[in-house]
């Protein structure tokens, strides 16, 4: 498939994201338990509004990928059929709870509303959090089923699609959790910094399980089931026409094997080495840029990772376009 | 339920794009129009069409054979590209099953293009929906025509009737019969999408016969025994036997 730049940014800003959304929810907890210390109300605010603002830029770079943006609202008729259309509502969703559970913090409406056996003070942060957690996770599923749902992209078409999904984008937000906390200056840089890396090992499985499996499978149909002549030796001499179609443009990535090859090289340093290598460094150093700086370097990563992941998708319409003449 | 459909001949096919052309006539300026163009005049022109005419070839030189193989939506009878559509812009005729894009619906999403394994969806670059063959859904719904034109353009143009237009459900119907006495088939049957449309594959259609049955040896009733014909004074008549 041809790589578009609008569902890269899309996809892995609102990874990003939620990422960053779970991660202020877990601190919340953890302080809750009183297995981390409790952390002012503005850090979780502002954090929730650096999650909804990734979540918005993701929303605007999907717009560049439609042609009709200004009827983007229809999309939201077709759920009980569409992932797309799922994706539609659960990005609104996620995005309106991660406002309100902002807000809940940022006026500090967390007094108890009520105690469950005398020691788990429910507040309006935990509802909001909880249901968020719901949504972030809802939307997760969503934006990979678009790709793993499509029965005939055999490489998008696992369950790894949707772990890749996940776990690439609760990396990413625990890692820009991390560097969040070194830049505010609390002490939770350790905390996250360590549920990024265990997250970013999860994806390393997951994403080079994907690479193996793509690299060994054949699709189920091939040239002869798709003209219906079965001859050993069956060649296209002519698609129909000579300039390029939408069939030619949309459906070919058009990069050599040797440029794919240094993207996924680059890809597996960027996303899962070098940043679990900076964040073990600044847990040492005790350095408060070195997390911002792994965060940026996962980031850079996870787009090339998305440009691979179009690019390792081959659509079963190229069998009837392979020679022009 | 009636399911219309394509079936189209491959044995008696010559490539001529006579379809191609009469599909893009009626519909760029019919229900389903415009077929837009970019830079029809230059070097790389490109536009959208709703069926193309590829060829392959078969066999190795001098054995080969050559497919013309004329390629339009297959209007699915379990159209994968419908269900993924987030808006409903696309959908299947309950009463025809012929597929649809709504193009007031469309936001060019283009997702249903990469649901569909044959590549027959072509987004238009100037109008943003994504267009498809409608079977000419404005004529033969048409009840203005007269019933042989209620047929798609393509059909209608195709100088060696390689087309054939009907009700794949009505199991009497010219292209249900052709499909079963033929050996129709469907394209990439692998993914059980039920393609509507079918390909008749070539077939050779030679006679078994001898050349001792040329001639008849017994000739029982003497009917080949030529008239010796008279030396002279023959006439018009007399060789009109
Ligand atoms: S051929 Fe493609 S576009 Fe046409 S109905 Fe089937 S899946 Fe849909
Ligand atoms: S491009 Fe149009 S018809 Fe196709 S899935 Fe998107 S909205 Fe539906």
Redesign the pocket.
């Known amino acids: 498939m041809h790589p578009a730049f609008s569902v890269i940014f899309l996809t892995t800003l609102i990874g990003v994201g939620q990422g960053l959304f779970l991660a202020l929810y877990t601190g919340q907890l953890y302080a809750l338990a009183n297995l981390l210390p409790a952390q002012s109300s503005n850090f979780y605010a502002v954090g929730s509004m650096v999650s909804l603002a990734l979540l918005f830029a993701g929303l605007i770079a999907s717009f560049f990928h439609l042609g009709h943006p200004e009827r983007a609202w229809r999309a939201a008729t077709q759920w009980r059929t569409s992932w797309l259309s799922r994706e539609v509502l659960a990005l609104p969703a996620a995005m309106g709870l991660i406002f309100l559970y902002g807000t809940v913090h940022f006026f500090d409406l967390t007094k108890p509303l009520f105690v469950i056996s005398g020691t788990l003070p429910v507040d309006f942060s935990l509802i909001m959090g909880g249901l968020g957690t719901f949504a972030v996770f809802g939307l997760f599923l969503c934006t990979a089923m678009i790709y793993a749902s499509l029965r005939f992209i055999k490489a998008w078409y696992s369950p790894l699609t949707v772990a890749n999904f996940l776990f690439l984008g609760v990396a990413s937000g625990f890692m820009l959790a991390a560097a969040f906390s070194a830049y505010q200056g609390t002490s939770l840089v350790g905390f996250y910094g360590t549920w990024a890396v265990i997250a970013t090992l999860f994806g390393l499985l997951t994403r080079v399980a994907t690479l193996y499996r793509n690299g060994q499978f054949r699709c189920k149909v091939d040239l002869k089931s798709a003209v219906g002549v079965h001859h050993s030796q069956l060649e296209q001499k002519a698609q129909g026409f000579m300039g390029g179609s939408f069939n030619t443009r949309e459906f070919f990535h058009g990069r050599s094997q040797g440029l794919l090859n240094l993207i996924r090289y680059a890809f597996l340093l960027m996303v899962f080495v070098v940043p679990v290598i900076l964040i073990l460094l600044a847990y040492v150093l005790e350095s408060e840029t070195l997390p911002l700086l792994a965060f940026g370097i996962q980031y850079l990563g996870l787009i090339l990772e998305r440009y691979h992941f179009f690019t390792e998708a081959q659509h079963p319409q190229n069998l009837y376009y392979q020679s022009m003449a | 339920m009636t399911q219309l459909a394509l079936v189209i001949d491959l044995n008696v096919c010559v490539g001529c794009h006579a379809c191609v052309t009469s599909c893009k006539e009626w519909n760029t300026s019919g229900w389903a129009g415009p077929m837009t163009d970019q830079r029809p005049y230059d070097a790389d022109p490109t536009g959208v069409f709703f069926n193309r005419v590829q060829t392959y070839e078969a066999g190795v030189f001098p054995n080969t054979e050559t497919y013309h193989f004329p390629k339009s ?4 009878e379990d ?4 269900p993924v559509c987030p808006t409903g812009a696309s959908y299947k005729r309950e009463d025809n099953g012929v ?1 649809l894009v709504d193009y007031d619906k469309c936001i060019g999403c283009k997702y ?1 293009s990469w ?4 590549g ?2 072509e987004f238009d670059e100037q109008q943003k929906v994504m267009k ?2 409608t079977l000419c859904i404005d004529r033969i719904t048409d009840m203005t025509l007269p019933e042989s034109e209620r047929k798609p353009a393509c059909v209608l143009a195709c100088p060696t009737r390689a087309r054939i237009y009907g009700d794949i459900h009505d199991p009497d119907s010219e292209v249900s019969v052709a499909i079963r006495e033929q050996g129709g088939y469907a394209l990439q049957p692998e993914w059980g ?1 039920k ?1 509507s449309n079918h390909y008749l594959p070539r077939r050779k259609t030679r006679i078994q016969i001898h050349e001792d049955e040329l001639v008849r040896v017994d000739n029982p009733l003497k009917k080949e025994e030529l008239p010796t014909l008279p030396d002279v004074g023959e006439t018009l008549d007399d060789v009109a036997w």
Do not use: E, F
């Not at chain 2, 939506?73 to 699915?76: F, V």
């Not at chain 2, 159209?79 to 419908?82: N, S, T």
């Open positions: 939506c297959l209007h699915c159209p994968p590209c419908v597929v249903c649901a569909c394994p044959y027959v969806r498809k063959c999408t393609p």
